[in-house]
């Protein structure tokens, strides 16, 4: 996920925005990294673009009947891709018999609660939403904590042990989970944490880390060092220009890795089978769990598999703007 | 009085770093260790140093090599196919230009999904008997007979089957790193292609994608590291089953630790695994990706 996010910070995609206000600008223009000249260049390609207005941009497609072919594409696409979702959502409604009922229908025949009361109501459910919301705003907290100093000190200091630290961080994302979870289990029942939230959002914060510090590199990557040069000269110490100018400034991002590490610990699996027992189980091994202890339950499963993603879709959609701004910080330098 | 800037980087730098030696190093210290001991799976139990034994299990069992090989295909599947459909998308998205916006954000929406979930969901799609897509295909005639096709259970092609899940959720990631690298071509290379009346194929083979091949590297490293370490989804779906069909090696590993109770031989398979991909991620980061070269 790192590099879909830095990508955008490099000014590229951005700038489409601008153009599109002005109708006889050329598209393509929003790609080219946004400078003094760009505001020049479209006088001169405007006329062009008007002779051939049906024409594509860049890789727009130009003809009506093309686009109208392609639109068709991207319903069939998004309708395919939507597909399974929407089945668990609809089978999520059925009666638990018709839930797995020979020939399976899309829809439901009668439209019911009972699974996610079925669902809800199963001793050990309600909780393990506590433990996977604990264990997520824990994991989130710690990485934050860590990862935005430790990002600074990487990209404002550019020093050789930050090269060497950020590339260590990048092999800590190679580290198959099931290699160090383990390890990682016994250390904590040694230090008395066995079962806690506190010792599987530690184990979270492992994967989490790497990738936040990664994001935050390229989010502190498009500060000027001006803003925080000028902050030292009117007498502000370095930890203090960091922390009333710099972040301030990159709370965009701060917000996006947030969200990353916070999904990277709500939707994990290994190290929470690994790790907890009853008293701090997640939502992900409740779900897994229906299926041995208590047979095939498959009308509950879909509906606690329904409940547990829907607040993180629409948290995704909520903050969507938020993601938006944090991404195009970076083409605002300058 | 003042500290250097390069000690002031080092203290911004130290809790991350000291957080990633005792949590991520020490357990890796711990599991290469224990690959060299005969250990019993009770709490306390004997350790019996054994050298290079737990290795020499490892590489003469069955299991194991089967379960390399069947990561490597089931990495190959996963990245090719991938590519192929989020390469497509992309290009329907660039082609269809900012109209489609609101699409590119729902086609997100599997990357928010836990595995576990996608696993499960197409566990239901695909199983015997109640699954869908058996029910359809035969209502459209296309089989004969809703179960003809055992999607997890066939040996034979079960291990398509549980990549699937894999496939559906971060297809989305894939689209997302080539839609940003299709944005950063110049509209003048491709225009000035059009007018010399180069056709689409062309275009696609002998511009678009040699001007992604830098994205094109990233996206599949950073694909490939996860599909080869894939747990969650194959173990809701199969548990690694029929007869291993679909055993990859975080299952064999896992299984080996928890199941059979030999975590000597489960952690010395781990380091092998382990070295295996630091080998090629950082043959791919070195030759191809190269970070903070372009920053």
Redesign the interface.
Known sequence: ????ET??T?G??TG?NSA?ELPHR???T???PAGPNNGQEAPTTAGNNRRRRHH??????GKRS??TL??I??AA??VL??F??L??LF?SFKTPIDT?????T?LPREWTLENYTNALGRSGVLASFINSAQTAIISTLLSL???V??A???T??K?P???V????????????????G???A??MATAGLADTPIALS??H??IS??LS?WLMSSFF?AVPQDLEEAATVDGCS?LGALWRVVIPVVSGGIAVTAIFAF?AS??E??FALLMTAIRSQTT?VV??NF?TQFGLD?GS??AL?AV??IP??LL??LL?RKIVAGMTLGAVKG | MRIS??R??????A???L??AV??A???F??VA?SFFKISPMAGGPRDFVGLDNYVRAFTSEAFMGAGWRTLAYTLVVVTLEFALGLG?A????????K?EV?R?????????????AG???K??MID????IG?LL??AGILQN?NQIGWLSNPDIVLFSVAVPDI?LTTS?MC??LF?????????L??AA?LDGAKAPTLLFRI?LPLLRP?IA??LV?RG?DA??A??TI??QTNGGPQSASET??LL??RT?IRFGD?GL??AM??I??LA??GV??FA?ATIWR??KD?
């Open positions: 996920m790192s590099i879909a990508r955008p490099g590229g995609t489409g599109g050329p598209r393509h929003g790609v080219v594509a941009e860049g890789l727009e497609a093309t686009r392609l639109w594409l991207l696409a998004m891709y939507a399974p979702f089945y668990l089978t797995i009922a020979v020939p399976p899309i904590v860590l990862a100093p430790a600074y000190g990487i404002r200091y020093t042990s930050g090269r630290f950020i590339m260590a961080a990048l092999v800590t994302r190679m580290v198959p989970p099931v290699a160090i383990i390890p990682l016994s250390m530690i184990a914060t492992t880390l790497p510090i990557e370095r999904l709500w939707n699996f290994l992900p779900i897994a299926q498959w499963m879909t598999a547990y993603s993180v879709i995704t959609l969507q | 800037d390069r002031f980087a080092l203290y911004l730098m809790p991350a770093g957080f990633l949590f991520v020490y357990p890796l711990r599991l224990d998308m290009l329907l998205f660039t082609t269809l230009g900012r489609s699409w954000t729902v086609f997100l929406y599997p990357l928010m999904i836990a595995p576990i979930v499960l969901l197409w239901f799609l008997n109640f699954g869908l029910t035969h209502q809703p559906w990631f997302l790193v940003a690298g299709l944005q950063n071509i110049p509209g003048d491709i225009e059009r678009i994205v990233v996206a950073v590291i080869a370490r747990f969650d173990l809701i090696m975080s590993i896992y630790m975590p489960a952690s781990g380091t695994y382990l991909m630091l991620a950082f980061v970070p903070g920053n």
